[in-house]
């Protein structure tokens, strides 16, 4: 039987970080391993002082903690044991034995984007939390959520932007008909980000995408199933901020992302990471998940005025 923890009669949730960079030390945070100084120098002062205003010293995440590191580079996995005491596994199976959940917090393997190198933690049944950088490699995303969804893996491939929708409509109860968005930055990248808000606020599936930009920005017009429609501008090379506007029947409310929602979003996304683990069910459905990557990869062909499909995707 396997070593556990019992906290208010539940089993303590034993979660590795595979592979470390510098927001693994912020992710960390939320699982009692707060270091301010490496919290202000790899997340900002700013969210290092709202750690303090919120939790007080308290953990978040009480009935979960991070066990174990791995990553391909030794300097990097010590310099995180070192830092939080936590040992480093010197091999993938290793790493594996008895957890339940695995984040890592940017693409895994020894090359930065070898997702597939997680494929082994897929096969042990571990629930996972993934970039979303991994929509660049759709095809290999598609192979994981089928193996994902025959080992009961539960895997979590969201942005923290998806959980300020509900910051975006405080004050509002009534449905939303549309949403626009409009940033700086390329589709897979902050677009994915926003992607992942748009579809959180419209709570339905997108049909189709039309671009109706040029070569100096996106402008992604998304059709849902139901007729509504949401539009996603991404002007590129452009350090834009991130804007918001949400319109319900009778009511219309803006916000403007500026980095100060991050910490209530972070808290909310481990919290789905948490419940998914209890549930085996993925925080977003595979197919949704799917057709996000679908409408990025249209959006960087730049092919406009042409209306894209984006359905057709069962695990």
Same mark, same amino acid.
């Given at each position: 039987?396997?070593?556990?923890?019992?906290?208010?009669?539940?089993?303590?949730?034993r979660?590795?970080?595979? %592979?470390?960079d510098?927001? +693994?030390?912020?992710?960390? &945070?939320?699982?009692?391993?707060?270091? %301010?100084?490496?919290? /202000?120098?790899?997340? &900002?002062?700013?969210?290092?002082?709202?750690?303090?205003?919120?939790?007080?010293?308290?953990?978040?995440?009480?009935?979960?903690?991070?066990?174990k590191?791995?990553?391909?580079?030794? @300097?990097?996995?010590?310099?995180?044991?070192?830092?939080?005491?936590?040992? @480093? +596994?010197?091999?993938?199976e290793?790493?594996?034995?008895?957890?339940?959940?695995?984040?890592?917090?940017?693409?895994?393997? &020894?090359?930065?984007?070898?997702?597939?190198a997680?494929?082994?933690?897929?096969?042990?049944?571990?629930?996972?939390?993934?970039d %979303?950088? /991994?929509?660049?490699?759709?095809?290999?995303?598609?192979e994981?959520?089928?193996?994902?969804t025959?080992?009961?893996?539960?895997?979590?491939?969201?942005?923290?932007?998806?959980? @300020?929708?509900?910051?975006?409509?405080?004050?509002?109860?009534?449905?939303?008909?549309?949403?626009?968005?409009?940033?700086?930055g390329?589709?897979?990248?902050?677009?994915?980000? =926003?992607?992942?808000?748009?579809?959180e606020?419209?709570?339905?599936?997108?049909?189709?995408?039309?671009?109706?930009?040029?070569?100096?920005?996106?402008?992604?017009?998304?059709?849902?199933?139901?007729?509504?429609?949401?539009? =996603?501008?991404?002007?590129?090379?452009?350090?834009k901020?991130? @804007?918001?506007?949400?319109?319900?029947?009778?009511w219309?409310?803006?916000?403007?992302?500026?980095?100060?929602?991050?910490?209530?979003?972070a808290?909310?996304?481990?919290d789905?990471?948490?419940?998914?683990?209890?549930?085996?069910?993925?925080?977003?459905?595979?197919?949704?998940?799917?057709?996000?990557?679908?409408?990025l990869?249209?959006?960087?062909?730049?092919?406009? &005025?042409?209306?894209?499909?984006?359905?057709?995707?069962?695990?």
């Amino acid at each position: 039987m396997r070593e556990c923890w019992q906290i208010r009669d539940r089993i303590m949730k034993r979660i590795g970080i595979h %592979r470390v960079d510098g927001r +693994s030390y912020w992710f960390a &945070g939320y699982f009692g391993m707060f270091d %301010r100084e490496l919290m /202000i120098r790899y997340a &900002g002062e700013g969210r290092a002082k709202r750690f303090d205003e919120t939790f007080d010293g308290r953990v978040p995440f009480p009935e979960a903690r991070i066990v174990k590191v791995f990553d391909p580079d030794p @300097v990097a996995a010590g310099q995180f044991s070192d830092t939080f005491h936590v040992p @480093v +596994s010197s091999s993938l199976e290793e790493f594996a034995d008895g957890l339940d959940g695995v984040i890592v917090p940017f693409p895994a393997g &020894g090359h930065a984007r070898d997702y597939g190198a997680i494929r082994p933690l897929v096969e042990r049944g571990i629930s996972l939390f993934l970039d %979303r950088i /991994i929509l660049e490699q759709s095809d290999l995303l598609a192979e994981l959520f089928k193996l994902a969804t025959r080992k009961k893996a539960p895997l979590h491939v969201t942005c923290f932007l998806r959980y @300020v929708a509900d910051l975006v409509t405080s004050g509002h109860n009534t449905p939303v008909k549309t949403v626009t968005v409009s940033s700086g930055g390329e589709p897979v990248g902050y677009g994915a980000d =926003l992607l992942d808000l748009i579809d959180e606020l419209m709570a339905g599936e997108i049909e189709s995408v039309e671009n109706a930009g040029d070569q100096s920005r996106d402008v992604l017009n998304l059709r849902y199933s139901d007729g509504r429609s949401a539009v =996603l501008e991404l002007l590129h090379g452009q350090k834009k901020p991130m @804007v918001v506007t949400v319109q319900g029947e009778g009511w219309e409310q803006l916000m403007t992302l500026d980095g100060s929602q991050n910490h209530h979003a972070a808290f909310r996304q481990f919290d789905a990471l948490i419940r998914s683990i209890e549930t085996r069910i993925p925080p977003v459905p595979y197919e949704q998940v799917i057709r996000h990557a679908r409408v990025l990869h249209f959006a960087e062909r730049q092919v406009f &005025g042409v209306k894209e499909d984006v359905t057709d995707y069962r695990t």
